[in-house]
Nanobody, 124 residues
């Protein structure tokens, strides 16, 4: 069992930055690939970024590549999403998720555990 708690969301102006954190409970955090997803009002949940247990070879959605960076600290049971050059279209509830797998996935159905989400609003 893994419990995930996101934090770090808020209101930011276009072009600004935010760093989201996702703290995981449990002793097997390093066994999970971790992902970030987002869901805007009236839209389906979509993939943002994911990282393997090792922290190597992250995967990004094209819409965030070059602006967002996913990282993890297995000693702290935490995964991060650094978001730079934010745009209004990045506005959404952001969720972290854990997948008991060696490789990363872009599909919500592959993830075993989800956090409750944190709101990110990009607006002037």
């Amino acid at each position: 069992q893994v419990q995930l708690v996101e934090s770090g969301g808020g209101l930011v102006q276009p072009g600004g930055s935010l760093r989201l954190s996702c703290a995981a409970s449990g002793r097997t955090f390093s066994s999970y690939a971790m992902g970030w997803f987002r869901q805007a009002p009236g839209k389906e949940r979509e993939f943002v970024a994911a990282v393997r247990w090792s922290g190597h070879n992250p995967d990004y959605a094209d819409s965030v590549k070059g602006r967002f960076t996913i990282s993890r600290d297995n000693a702290k049971n935490t995964v991060y999403l650094q978001m730079n050059r934010l745009k209004p279209e990045d506005t959404a509830v952001y969720y972290c998720a854990a997948d008991y797998a060696l490789s990363v996935s872009r599909y919500t159905g592959d993830y075993d555990y989800w956090g409750q989400g944190t709101q990110v609003t990009v607006s002037s």
